[in-house]
Nanobody, 115 residues
Framework: QVQFVESGGGLVQPGGSLTLSCAASGSILSIYAMAWYRQAPGKQRELVARITTGDLLNYADSVKGRFTISRDNAKNTVYLQMNSLKPEDTAVYYC?????????WGQGTQVTVSS
């Protein structure tokens, strides 16, 4: 069973930056497109960034130009570089496959953007 362990979240001021990491068990990254998702309090989980096995990238309009997704298949890790953070980016961030059968969710990592 694939497991995801997200890390790197924290409290940051508006305009700040964070880099999130997602370590996956097994070699799932070399097989599937991967994505970062987030869920803010009282809202549905949404996909914010996607990377295919061929490194094609897609972003939600709300994060385009500020977030960058990348992957290191050798380390079974997906990253999310977040710049110019806004209060509305506050959420718990998760990684998972980008489509199809979603694997069990990890614990996520909390990102709080506040002054």
């Amino acid at each position: 069973q694939v497991q995801f362990v997200e890390s790197g979240g924290g409290l940051v001021q508006p305009g700040g930056s964070l880099t999130l990491s997602c370590a996956a068990s097994g070699s799932i990254l070399s097989i599937y497109a991967m994505a970062w998702y987030r869920q803010a309090p009282g809202k549905q989980r949404e996909l914010v960034a996607r990377i295919t096995t061929g490194d094609l990238l897609n972003y939600a309009d709300s994060v385009k130009g500020r977030f960058t997704i990348s992957r290191d298949n050798a380390k079974n890790t997906v990253y999310l570089q977040m710049n110019s953070l806004k209060p509305e980016d506050t959420a718990v961030y998760y990684c998972n496959v980008a489509s199809g059968y979603l694997r069990p969710w990890g614990q996520g990592t909390q990102v709080t953007v506040s002054s």
